[in-house]
Nanobody, 125 residues
Framework: QVQLVESGGGLVQPGDSLRLSCVTTGRDFSSHTMAWFRQAPGKERELVAAISWVAKLTHYSPAVQGRFTISRDNAGNALYLQMNSLKPEDTAVYYC??????????????????WGQGTQVTVSS
């Protein structure tokens, strides 16, 4: 059974940092693009950041560029999102996702076929 399990969410104040983690089991995603999405109440799910299978290519939403960093550890089947200088508008459920096909870089949710259950990030004073 393929599983993507996120952790690391929580309640923080504006300006704080959080590091999200995602561990995958049941399938080798080392050749797949991995990504973080988020969905705030009443809004559509949006791509936050994506990273290619050999980590040479990354893509960030303009809203998080310069504040968030995506990384991966293929040996450990793990994906990370370091989030710095958090803002209230970063409040959302964050999802880990793996691309449907190997060696393809996807910029939209339609390209991802494997999803975690999500972890809540709340930024509030």
């Amino acid at each position: 059974q393929v599983q993507l399990v996120e952790s690391g969410g929580g309640l923080v104040q504006p300006g704080d940092s959080l590091r999200l983690s995602c561990v995958t089991t049941g399938r080798d995603f080392s050749s797949h693009t991995m990504a973080w999405f988020r969905q705030a109440p009443g809004k559509e799910r949006e791509l936050v950041a994506a990273i290619s299978w050999v980590a040479k290519l990354t893509h960030y939403s303009p809203a998080v560029q310069g504040r968030f960093t995506i990384s991966r550890d293929n040996a450990g089947n793990a994906l990370y999102l370091q989030m710095n200088s958090l803002k209230p508008e970063d409040t959302a459920v964050y999802y880990c996702a793996a691309g449907k096909a190997a060696r393809n870089f996807f910029y939209t949710a339609e390209g991802y076929g494997y999803w975690g259950q999500g972890t809540q990030v709340t930024v509030s004073s």
